[in-house]
């Protein structure tokens, strides 16, 4: 597994044993302080290998004070 923290940036790699791509996890500085904002109310969306490499696209999301969609992360998972 390769993990990353940074104070603006977050993300970590899993592959399994033989080095093919299990899943990702990113999340900016921006996606961090708006989910330690607006963490009481989070949705998680999926989007089911819709893309080439049958990837599962996963997003989290939650809504501001303005109520505009604000993104937490996004993950891709085999």
Same mark, same amino acid.
């Given at each position: 597994? $390769? $993990?990353? #923290?940074?104070?603006?940036?977050? %993300?970590? &790699? /899993?592959?399994?044993? +033989? !080095?093919? @791509? $299990?899943? &990702?996890? @990113?999340?900016?500085?921006?996606? +961090?302080?708006?989910?330690? @904002?607006?963490?009481?109310? /989070?949705?998680?969306?999926? +989007?089911? $290998?819709?893309? #080439? %490499?049958?990837? &599962?696209?996963?997003? *989290?999301? !939650? /809504?501001?004070?303005?109520?505009?969609? /604000?993104? *937490? !992360? &996004?993950?891709? #998972?085999?």
């Amino acid at each position: 597994m $390769k $993990k990353s #923290v940074q104070p603006d940036f977050f %993300y970590s &790699i /899993v592959k399994d044993s +033989i !080095g093919r @791509l $299990k899943h &990702i996890f @990113l999340a900016d500085f921006i996606m +961090i302080q708006h989910f330690k @904002l607006f963490e009481d109310a /989070v949705t998680f969306d999926t +989007i089911y $290998k819709t893309n #080439v %490499y049958y990837l &599962i696209f996963e997003m *989290f999301c !939650g /809504v501001n004070h303005y109520r505009k969609t /604000v993104i *937490f !992360g &996004i993950a891709f #998972v085999m």
